[in-house]
């Protein structure tokens, strides 16, 4: 029992039981094979009433017979049940059916009514209405043939005694009924079908009862464009589908049609599947638990087994399996029943949704002769081996004519048979053979096979209503309509034909892919000699023919012919005289004799005639009407007649009409097509040869392999219009001439190949590179279709698509054989000599006997028994021997020329004695070349000896070599295997791995004389290279630099670099100055180098190269004993590469500096060569700034590795140490950008920026720090920040130079933490606002200083804020107080606080602030007082007149105050205005270039968040400053709207506050307007305001440009300012307002009046001297864009004028002006008006308008820049639609762009969007240069980590590295992801792999120390402990770092 189940598992074949065991019989009862038939039933109905006993008895008898199907291991028709589960491929769609293959030749059907119930619905409904659906899809759009689908097993119906048909079901239900929806699982592979189409996706049946199942648009859009051909899935679509995402315990799923995601599908255990559910197609792993003869038995899914037949097995691995091998597998089949699971190993299977593509095979028909067995399985079938090295098979019943005919002895593996293909089998990858003798000699196999007008004989099938079928084969059955059956029409036919009768018919119509065949039995047609009329192109005038009337009509007759060819007979041509009636004289069905008058073949239309012209010579027409039936493409048979000088001339069979098959068209290859030609003879038969021209009656034919190839896959245009540029077609050479080649198609149309485009190498004369009839590989390059002509290239670089490597290899296999079928030829001659030499194969060892020496100095040798056999050895095969004629000796054959009757032999010791070695397919090898052929040559391997063959030509049109280029006998090569067993001559195959390990060969040498020593010349000969690892002496040639040339014993150069004359180089020194020319050396080979040599020419001379030996006179490698086996020691330098890790030191030598890139070249070996930047090579600025002065050609320099080799086979080096960007770190930078006000931008070696702040530039602030900044400026900056892309960097000396204890006047601070209260800081003025003064005090922090805190004075204009606390001007500050909760921060400038004197000059005479705060403050209580006193007891008259007087008085004094402070403001005027004069010339230009960068910066990065957080800080600060805007709107006074006017767009917390003090104003008209005192309101007020501000949570925007003008590029027009000013409102009520009106005014209120006009004009002519003043009007702008016209800062203000006028035409043409205006070498400003023009247009304007706008930019700016601001635009402004198609154009036009594909990436997985980043990273592969994959793949992971799915970033990392295991820049990456993103045990296992991978010790110690430094950081002392041992167990395990 067990060892049953380990065979053949779950229902497997049972051993005949032993009789003491037939009790446990019973349990296999319900075995696969055990399926009740009807005779069993009715057996069981007649024995009801017998005991159990005898019921178990007829169940053993019966099971030894059923177990015979089931020792086959395969699948049988027999095992098949009803709901069994298979997995089938589309074989054929049909109207209304499809036919499936299934596996093992297993056949079946799908009717439509089965493929869901949503589209038997659509049928149904279809049927109602009697007319088709507009939305029903036929069954040929909806599935195509090689679909794989699983089915289930409807019905079985019995067709007769042997057969049964298979009726299938596609319908989910019946496929995934098994499944719940508690089964289903994310990651699970189902089948669906659509059921509706729904509007964000689709509805797919999936069959699971309860579930619903959703496919979104976004997951069918690839499908849809790979799968469905662009159009939209339709009801009834087959699907193969992912769940992606489970609802509600399975209620909903939704699903993905993701190729690359259902590829990669697999089935899992956490999926738990089980054998009630488990579904054909899904794949798992495997593992195989035995081998068995009929293949293997398999466990699954941890507890499931399963069985692999013989026929699914890997063809590649058979008879290589063993036990616990690990596979995948797909499953095939489960059983409902006995829960047997069939899988198989193909690899056509293992990936889920991709389509069979091999259904058919090119032999199926061709009857094979000489088949050998493969092997052989009872009761089953065997295998044959074909031709072409694939499999076949036959079916037990086709193995013999009859079953007692059969003998299993005949099929034992080799033995030999003649068989006819049938069949192919998709599902089995297998062609069906037949042995019967029937089948391999009947005509007709297939439909196919049959031509209209054809003579066919069968059998009387049946006879019906409608007419009689006729069994032509036992595949083959036509009908002939009862019109047919005779030449009149019979009433009882089956009086005439009965069934089984023979008949002979001609073919009417045939349609081989509906299988309908129609024929004729009427005698005139069946026996017509006259030729039949099958096409309209064949209707020749005067041609006469038999044809039959189809209908009769007025105007005369139409007349029928084969394959529905019909043309009409006037009445005019009816007969000599007028018919009037022709349905009187003639009737349907008649069989006439016509005559063609015309014929129109393009419009189908052909004219007959009744009325016959005299016969002519009638053998004469019926030859040509014989080859007018041979059409151009078709594939005939021929036989060879006689030979000409053309070719030969050949009959077509089986016609035997006249063909010519030209000499060049006998092959692809010019040498076998001669060789062809000379050895076939009169009636020797050639099958499949293409008719290529048929020409006034003269056909030629063509035998071309490459060209039948194209016509059968259909790659022959057969009209000029299919014709496209880009197209590669395969030709053949029609004629040369001087300006070029004309190539002609099969087809027959040819185009010109010009001079120019033969060749990438320079044509001198085109027969040099081509011969007429040669096949050649054309890419169309242009097409006119008006003159009907095209112009083509044959250029190897235009024409190859594939590896080169694959088509030389093929062009070798095809040749070889073609040499193997003239040996064939060969061997049917009569001839010993022939028949010898063609039984001599390459490598074959012989004995012979000298004859002679020839002329040229070759042996000719004779074997004695063969006359006129002629064996030659060349000098350089003599193998350095002295033989005399007579001696007897022993050859090796290398070739064998069959046309000379020639054979090439060979008496080198190397290959008589050579030794046989199993080769292993693509290794690589050295050979030498033995023997040339034009097509291939031979070689030897230098180990063994044996023979091989490799290709010389690495394409068909790769005809022409320059002399350097050509190989020579003798010469070295290397070669990669391609097969392990030698060809039919003899040969093993293999192709060159590269030209450049060519090495030339020896000069030959003469045979040994006498006295001569045998050893030195044969070793000279057999050693045309020197070895690695040999010691060799010469004399020093020359010394450069950095290598020495020397001159060896034997005439050969060699080659010493730098690195391998000392062992210890101490640095600074020159090595090899240690030598002088002239010195004997002593040195070992350690390799080979190629050099270009003088002769080398780009075009002419390509190749022209030498090798030299690479020498080492190291004493450590003179003592060394290295193997001389170069396949050992050779590697390639990027494999050099990986052997050195960041950290390890190496010594190299200085190469050059190079100026434009900045870093030092160097030399580390011979082909290893590194970078240094020039940052890296000091630490000196001295040095830095001339390092060439410093560092000298060829000086040894020790450096350190500090990064991974480069794409370009570079090593990135350091001589100042290890170079890291870690927090704490010290480097040296390079200046690239100076920021105003902000900092400067520093760039570090390999390209990584970071960011100094003005707080970080000196330990002590300055008024102008960046004052000597530059770009390019080196600075030394310590890295402070790398978390963020761009790193936070400092430069200041306590930071850089912290030993030097340098003074620090400004401490850093970071955080409030580092702020106390009554602390003094300094820093830079931030901005002047409502609230007060903003000051910053370190790049992350700023405080507020409230007005009351600034001066001591009362300023009476806000404009001397802005003239004596401009923005940036540095000052100190006293820390007030600090609100840590809500990180506020007050300071304070008053003097008394920070012992500095007072902003403001004590020269202004401005009035101090206590006094007038008092004065204020007093006069309202004194008010309320009195008021108070009035109500209660009324105020006498005499106090209120005292307290008029102090009024007055109080004014008086205020306004004298005034009047002096007026003079002097003047006087201090004056003065600053010559001041600012001054500072204004110097400065102007260093402030425009500022402004510049500061609007480039504010449109293009910054957005306006500073001024957000300001503004909401300012609302924490001061909770009571805000009102409702409800309640409270602007109120602006004409004195203040010039204020206000250009200025930055006021937020609504600040107009509100401007709104309360306004109000405070018409409350108290006697106070003035002091910014700088803070209003306490009242706490009802303070409420309302903390309701307000819940009220208005409203997301904040981020917007994208802010000019100091307040214009934001984000406003909508509903909220800009309107032109004219707002009407103008009070706080009070109206009736408050109407009274106020009507009140007259006081001279009180004039006096205020004109202290307001005062107060205006001051403050007017203090805007005038302001520096930063902004204008106010157009005119104003239009004067300062006249003087700076190409600032466009000044331009964006002016469009912002207008935009906040929203006047959005007049900011258009200001834009149109700018760009006028700018200069076009300002290329950055005009990009700034470009960006802020494509910003209106976006918020303003339409699609079209901003479509023009970016077309124009792109026209007059860089494209990409402008691309890439644009996207940035839609993104920031959400049109998310519009950028991704933005980024699609991107994609297209700069698909070679590495950072458009990383940006748009970034874009899709910000949007969410991770399935369409997963597809843009597959699609940059196909266009980015392989070198970029790497690093594009590391980038997206890294993306992944920002903004996708983690898990799946750790994937693609994992992947990567599976294929670059030795990255270690990619492990770091992946390390400090892991470490960043993961948890700590995932960056645990991540170094435990690391440390344990086989990498180089200078790398280990690297990763090592980076898990040591991860320890101390994040684990404990153990960790840390543990770690030390692992590196002192790989220390002491290796060895090689105990030094470090």
């Known amino acids: ?273 089980t054998l009630d559910n488990l579904l054909p197609g899904l794949v798992v792993k495997a593992q195989v638990q035995k081998v068995t003869p009929y293949g293997l038995s398999l466990s699954f899914l941890s507890s499931f087994t399963g069985l692999v037949d013989f026929m699914h097995l890997d ?193 009417l119509m045939c349609d081989p892919e509906n299988k309908k065949l129609l024929m004729t039995l009427k005698k005139t047609l069946v026996e017509s000699s006259l030729p039949a009329l099958t096409s309209y192109k064949e209707a020749k005038p005067e041609l006469q023919t038999h044809g039959f009337i189809s209908s009769i009509k007025d105007f005369g007759c139409i007349v029928k012919f084969y394959n529905d060819v019909r043309g009409l007979v006037p009445q005019r041509e009816l007969g000599a005289q007028p018919i009037s009636a022709p349905e009187e004289v003639f009737y349907v069905g008649q069989v006439v004799k016509v005559t063609v008058l015309k014929s129109e073949p393009e419009q189908e239309r052909m004219l007959l005639s009744f009325r016959l012209s005299n016969d002519k010579e009638t053998e004469s027409t019926a030859q040509s009407q014989k080859k007018a039936m041979v059409k151009i493409g078709q594939l005939v048979d021929v036989k060879v007649k006689k030979k000409t000088e053309k070719g030969l001339e050949v009959s077509i069979l089986p016609d035997n009409i006249s063909a010519l098959l030209p000499t060049t068209h006998l092959s692809d290859n010019v040498t076998n097509s001669q060789l062809l030609c000379y050895w076939l003879q009169a009636g020797d038969i050639l099958h499949k040869v293409l008719c290529l021209s048929h020409n006034d009656g003269h056909i030629v034919l063509c035998r071309k392999p490459a060209l039948i190839s194209a016509v059968e896959s259909g790659q022959d245009p057969k009209v000029f219009s299919e014709f496209q540029p880009g197209m590669l077609l395969t030709g053949f050479v029609k004629s040369i001439k001087a300006y070029g080649i004309f190539v002609q198609f099969p087809s027959g149309l040819s185009g010109l190949a010009p001079k120019s485009a033969l060749s990438d190498k320079f044509v001198t004369t085109i027969s040099d590179h081509f011969v007429e009839g040669q096949t050649v590989v054309a890419k169309v390059t242009n097409v006119d279709e008006e003159k009907q002509r095209m112009l083509l290239s044959l250029r190897l670089s235009d024409v190859i698509q594939e590896d080169t490597t694959a088509s030389s290899l093929t062009l070798l296999s095809q040749c070889l054989e073609e040499l193997q079928g003239v040996r064939s030829l060969m061997n049917n001659r009569d001839s010993v000599l022939t028949q010898t030499l063609a039984e001599m194969t390459s490598g ?529 500050a006293k820390v007030l107080r600090v609100n840590r909760k809500q990180n506020l921060l007050y300071l304070s400038f008053l003097p008394k606080d920070t012992g500095k004197p007072d902003v403001f000059p004590e020269s202004l005479g401005l009035p101090p602030r206590d006094q007038e705060r008092e004065l204020l403050s007093n006069q309202p209580k004194k008010k309320r007082k009195l008021e108070q006193e009035e109500e209660d007891h009324g105020a006498s008259e005499t106090k209120k007149k005292q307290q008029i007087k102090e009024k007055k008085e109080k004014k008086q004094l205020m306004k004298e105050k005034k009047e002096k402070q007026k003079q002097l403001m003047k006087e201090e005027k004056e003065k600053q205005k010559q001041l600012m004069k001054e500072k204004e010339k110097q400065k102007q230009l260093v402030k425009e270039k500022e402004k510049q960068r500061q609007t480039k910066e504010e449109m293009h990065q910054e957005p306006r968040a500073k001024q957000k957080q300001e503004d909401q800080s300012q609302l924490h600060r001061e909770p009571g400053a805000k009102r409702k805007q409800e309640l409270q709107k602007p109120s602006v006074k004409p004195g203040e709207k010039g204020e206000n006017k250009g200025k930055r767009k006021v937020p609504e917390v600040e107009r509100e506050q401007e709104t309360v003090s306004k109000k405070r104003k018409q409350s108290h008209p006697l106070e003035e307007d002091d910014s700088g005192v803070e209003v306490n309101y009242k706490e009802e007020k303070e409420k309302r305001l903390k309701q307000s501000k819940k009220k208005q949570t409203k997301p904040t925007e981020v917007p994208r440009l802010q000019l100091s003008s307040g214009f934001a590029w984000d406003v909508s027009l509903d909220t800009l300012t309107p032109a004219m000013p707002p009407r103008e409102e009070s706080s009070d009520s109206e009736d408050e307002e109407a009274s106020q009106a009507t009140l007259k005014k006081s001279k009180k209120g004039k006096e205020l009046e004109k202290q307001e006009a005062e107060k205006e004009l001051s403050r007017i002519e203090a805007a005038l001297m302001d520096p930063n003043w902004k204008p106010e009007t157009a005119d104003d702008f239009d004067r300062l864009v006249l003087s700076s016209p190409n600032s466009s800062i000044l331009w964006l203000q002016y469009m912002a004028f207008h935009l906040h006028a929203t006047e959005i035409e007049k900011a258009r043409a200001v834009a149109e002006r700018a760009l006028k205006s700018i200069s076009f070498r300002e290329e950055q400003e005009k990009l700034n008006v470009w960006v802020a023009l494509m910003n209106l247009e976006n918020m303003y304007g339409s699609k079209e308008t901003l479509a023009k706008v970016f077309e124009r930019a792109v026209q007059y700016c860089e494209p990409l820049k402008v691309y890439f601001q644009l996207a940035d635009i839609y993104t920031k402004s959400e049109k998310y639609q519009a950028a991704e198609e933005l980024y699609s154009r991107m994609l297209k036009r700069f698909r070679q762009e590495k950072t458009v594909w990383i940006r748009y990436g970034a874009f899709l997985l910000q949007r969410g969007q991770a399935d369409a980043n997963h597809r843009l990273l597959q699609r940059s592969f196909s266009c980015l240069p392989q070198k970029e994959h790497v690093d594009v793949i590391s980038k997206f992971a890294q993306l992944e980590f920002h903004l996708g799915d983690a898990e799946r970033a750790k994937a693609m990392f994992e992947t990567t590295l599976s294929s670059y295991p030795k990255r270690t820049d990619v492990w770091s990456i992946y390390i400090d992801m892991i470490i960043k993103y993961g948890s700590q045990k995932e960056a645990r296992d991540i170094f435990e792999r690391v440390v344990h991978l086989s990498l180089a010790p200078k790398r280990m110690k690297f990763f090592f120390k980076r898990y040591l430094d991860y320890e101390k950081q994040h684990g404990t002392a153990e960790t840390v402990q543990a770690v030390k041992e692992k590196a002192l167990s790989y220390v002491e395990a290796t060895g090689t770092l105990a030094e470090s």
């Open 1 to 273: 029992m067990a060892s049953q189940e380990d065979s053949f598992p779950r229902g497997g074949s049972k051993k005949k039981a032993h009789p003491e065991k037939v009790p446990q019989q019973p349990v296999e009862h319900d075995n696969l094979f055990d399926i009740p038939t009807e005779e069993g039933s009715r057996k069981r109905k007649r024995n009801q009433e017998q005991a159990a006993k005898n019921k178990k008895s007829k169940t053993e008898k019966k099971e030894p017979r059923k177990s015979e199907a089931e020792q086959s291991g395969i699948l049988s028709i027999e095992v098949l049940s009803e709901g069994m589960r298979l997995l089938g491929c589309v074989k054929e769609v049909n109207n209304l059916e499809l036919v499936i293959s299934l596996p093992n030749d297993l056949w079946g059907y799908v009717q439509a009514t089965n493929i869901c119930d949503a589209y038997t619905k659509k049928l149904n409904e279809q049927v109602d209405r009697e007319e088709p659906l507009e939305d029903l899809a036929p069954l040929s759009k909806l599935f195509q043939p090689g679909m794989l689908v699983r089915c289930a097993v409807s019905s079985l119906k019995s067709t007769s005694k042997k057969n049964k048909s298979i009726k299938l079901s596609l319908n989910p239900k019946d496929v995934n009924g098994v499944l719940s929806p508690a089964a289903l699982k994310p990651g699970m592979l189902l089948t669906g079908t659509v059921d509706s189409v729904e509007d964000h996706g689709y509805l797919v049946d999936i069959g699971v009862g309860g579930t619903k199942a959703f496919l979104p648009w976004q997951k069918e859009q690839e499908y849809v464009k790979q799968k469905n051909k662009g159009t939209k899935l339709q009801v009834g679509q087959y699907l193969n589908c992912l769940i992606e995402e489970v609802k509600g315990n399975g209620g909903s799923v939704r699903l993905s049609t993701i190729q690359s995601e259902v590829s990669a599908a697999i089935a899992t255990e956490e999926q738990n599947w």
């Open 315 to 507: 063809s590649k691995k058979t008879g290589h399996y063993f036990q616990t091998q690990m596979v995948r597998a797909c499953i095939l089949s489960v059983h409902p029943r006995t829960k047997s699971v069939r899988l198989t190993l193909h690899s056509s299977f293992l990936q889920a949704g991709r389509p069979i593509t091999r259904l058919c095979h090119h032999l199926i028909g061709a009857v094979l002769n000489d088949v050998p067995v493969q092997s052989f399985y009872t009761k089953a079938g065997a295998t044959f081996r074909l031709k072409d090295g694939s499999l076949a098979y036959a079916k037990i019943g086709h193995l013999s004519q009859t079953e007692k005919s059969f003998k299993p002895e005949k099929f034992k593996p080799g033995n030999l048979h003649r068989c006819r293909v049938i069949d192919f089998s998709p599902m089995d990858d297998l062609a069906l053979l037949s042995l019967k003798t029937s089948i391999i000699e009947a005509p007709f196999l297939r439909y196919h096979d049959i031509q209209p007008g054809q003579i066919v004989k069968g059998k009387v099938f049946t006879l019906r209503s409608y007419g009689m079928i006729v069994k032509v084969t036992e595949q083959i059955k036509g009908l002939v309509p009862t019109l047919h059956l005779a030449d009149v029409q019979i009433r009882n036919p089956q009086k005439k034909y009965r069934v089984q009768d023979e008949v002979k018919c001609r073919v």
């Open 844 to 1372: 074959l060892l012989v004995d012979l006997v000298v004859q002679d020496m020839s002329s040229d100095g070759s042996l000719v040798f004779s074997n004695g028994s063969v006359p006129g056999l002629v064996l030659r050895a060349s000098k350089y095969h003599q193998g350095g021997k002295a033989v005399d004629p007579g001696q007897r000796t022993k050859a090796v054959i290398l070739h064998v020329d069959t046309q000379k009757s020639e054979v090439h032999v060979s008496l080198r010791q190397e290959l008589v004695n050579r030794k046989v070695k199993q080769l292993k397919k693509d290794t690589e090898h050295r050979a030498v070349i033995e023997h040339l052929e034009k097509t291939f040559a031979i070689a030897s391997l230098v180990d063994s000896g044996q023979l091989i063959a490799f290709p010389v030509a690495s394409h068909l049109n790769d005809t022409f070599r320059f002399d350097s280029e050509k190989l020579q006998v003798g010469q070295g090569v290397s070669l990669i295997i391609k097969s392990t067993k030698p060809s039919d001559i003899g040969l093993f195959l293999a192709v060159e791995s590269s030209v450049k390990k060519r090495t030339p060969a020896l000069p030959s040498v003469a045979p040994e004389s006498a006295g001569q020593e045998p050893g030195v010349v044969s070793e000279l000969l057999e050693k045309p290279t020197l070895p690695i690892g040999e010691m060799v002496t010469g004399t020093v040639k020359s010394i450069k630099a950095t290598h020495v040339i020397v001159t060896l014993e034997n005439g050969l150069t060699g080659y010493i670099h730098a690195s391998q004359i000392l062992d210890d180089v101490p640095h600074g020194i020159h090595p090899t100055t240690t030598l002088k020319v002239g010195n004997p050396v002593t040195a070992r080979v350690i390799g080979q180098r190629t050099w270009l040599t003088h002769k080398s020419l780009p075009i002419s001379h390509p190749s022209s190269t030498q090798t030299v030996s690479e020498l080492s006179i190291r004493p450590s490698e003179l003592e060394k004993n290295i193997s001389s086996d170069p396949s050992t020691q050779s590697s390639s330098p990027t494999e050099k590469l990986k052997q050195y890790s960041p950290g390890q030191t190496v010594i190299c030598f200085m190469r050059k500096f190079n100026v434009i890139k900045k870093w030092l070249e160097v030399e580390i070996s011979s082909d290893v060569r590194g970078r240094i930047p020039q940052l890296l090579t000091s630490l000196s600025f001295k040095v830095l700034k001339h390092p060439e002065k410093k560092f000298k050609i060829g000086q040894a320099l020790s450096a350190i590795v500090v990064g991974p080799a480069s794409p370009k086979a570079f090593l990135n080096l350091s001589l100042i140490g290890p170079f890291k960007l870690e927090e704490g770190e010290v480097a040296l930078g390079r200046v690239v950008k100076v920021i105003p006000k902000e900092g400067l931008e520093v760039i570090f070696p390999f390209g990584r920026i970071g960011k100094v702040s003005i707080f970080d530039l000196s330990d002590s602030y300055l008024e102008e720090p960046l004052e000597g900044y530059h770009p390019e400026k080196i600075v030394r900056c310590c890295v402070l920040s790398n978390k963020d892309r761009i790193l936070t960097l400092s430069l200041r000396q306590s930071r850089t130079n912290p030993k030097m204890k340098s003074k620090i006047e400004d401490p850093e601070v970071n955080s409030m933490k580092d702020i106390k209260e009554g602390q003094l800081l300094r820093g830079y003025v931030e901005a002047i606002k409502k609230q007060g003064i903003f000051f910053r005090i370190s790049p992350t922090l700023v405080g507020r200083v409230k007005y009351q805190h600034v001066t001591t004075y009362l300023p009476f204009d806000r404009a001397l804020y802005q003239t004596y606390l401009p923005e940036g001007k540095l000052l100190s």
